[in-house]
């Protein structure tokens, strides 16, 4: 039975507004995050695909309480992260790390990158000086950057390098689990092929656990064990990979499949268009979230909110045309 890393369990994360109604004294809220449940298990990479906006970066952040989570439960190793106190968590840090999307935002422009790789092993490693930076020159190695490299500054990389020395400063400290946050979207398509393999090599190399946040099902498909899809704050389908793209349950889904480029010109795909624009995370529709834009929509539909349920074959589908 394979060991479970991380579980998720009625996550929600509900950012407070300012434009509620004068005649109304009930507080609104952004549900970013409303009531979402998943596992990762050791070793394996679990890619979160949905549209921007759909909650999925805070869903990673939330998991490493980079922000609070409003309700809900996450278990890293069994243990509840949401219990522990500051210092314990700090301890804990060390096997969470996270690699962000903009690699020139990420990194401190003040900092020469021998600064930005080694900082956080003098924080949670005891390890003396020289130690730390023959592990500096070693990861450096492995992200397939020359240590020549690391008097300079980040200004003085390309976006692909930069993104490099962002894995390197998250590996920095061995971690168990890395949340990859969009970590090639801001990338060009032939270095995010390069990044991409990068990221395979050095899970194999270091034993690695990815939460895998994209939009691009062709990267998820190309990196992932399993997928998630979420839809304005909820999780719509969870399946392996293989079992996601041959059979995929969810008209959200569906759609998104449709939308991938077919590189064969004389293959021909049924693209499905999703008419309407993506309802407000504030006030989100009744029963299912996604009713407004569905092909398929009954009346059971805008008035009962559909459960994740078991399909068969380890496939997580929430949608009541397979109820019915």
């Known amino acids: 039975m394979e060991e479970r890393l991380l579980q998720v369990e009625n996550l929600k994360k509900w950012f407070p507004t300012n434009d509620s109604s004068l005649l109304s004294k009930e507080k609104k809220y952004v549900k970013a995050i409303d009531d979402v449940s998943f596992f990762i298990n050791k070793g394996e990479t679990l890619g979160l695909v949905g549209e921007s906006g759909c909650g999925k970066s805070t869903t990673g952040r939330a998991i490493l309480r980079l922000i609070e989570a409003t309700e809900g439960k996450i278990y890293f190793e069994n243990e509840d992260l949401g219990m522990l106190s500051s210092r314990k968590l700090k301890k804990r840090r060390k096997d969470m790390q996270i690699v962000f999307q903009d690699p020139y935002a ?47 500054y980040p200004h003085e990389f390309s976006g692909g390098q930069r993104q490099r020395i962002g894995i390197a400063r998250a590996l920095a400290v061995n971690p168990k689990l890395i949340i990859m946050d969009e970590p090639v979207s801001a990338l060009d398509v032939s270095v995010q092929a390069q990044v ?55 008209p959200y889904s569906q759609a998104l499949i449709s939308a991938i480029p077919e590189p064969n ?60």
């Open 106 to 152: 990420s990194l401190n422009p003040r900092l020469k990158v021998k600064q930005i790789i080694e900082e956080p092993m003098t924080l949670h490693l005891k390890i003396s000086k020289n130690e730390r930076m023959e592990k500096v020159k070693q990861i450096m190695h492995d992200v397939g950057l020359n240590e020549s490299y690391l008097d300079r």
């Open 196 to 250: 991409l393999n990068l990221i395979q090599d050095l899970q194999v190399k270091y034993g690695l656990t990815y939460l895998f946040i994209t939009h691009n099902l062709s990267v998820v498909k190309h990196i992932s064990n399993r997928i998630a899809v979420m839809y304005l704050g909820k999780i719509v389908e969870v399946a392996d990979r293989e079992e996601f793209f041959r059979n995929p349950r969810h």
């Open 265 to 324: 010109p004389k293959l021909k795909r049924e693209r499905i268009i999703l008419t309407g624009d993506i309802p407000s995370p504030i006030d989100p529709p009744k029963g299912c979230r996604f009713h407004t834009r569905c092909p398929f929509v009954m009346e059971q539909c805008r008035l009962e909110e559909p459960k994740l349920v078991d399909i068969g074959s380890n496939h997580f589908v929430s949608c009541h045309i397979l109820e019915s």
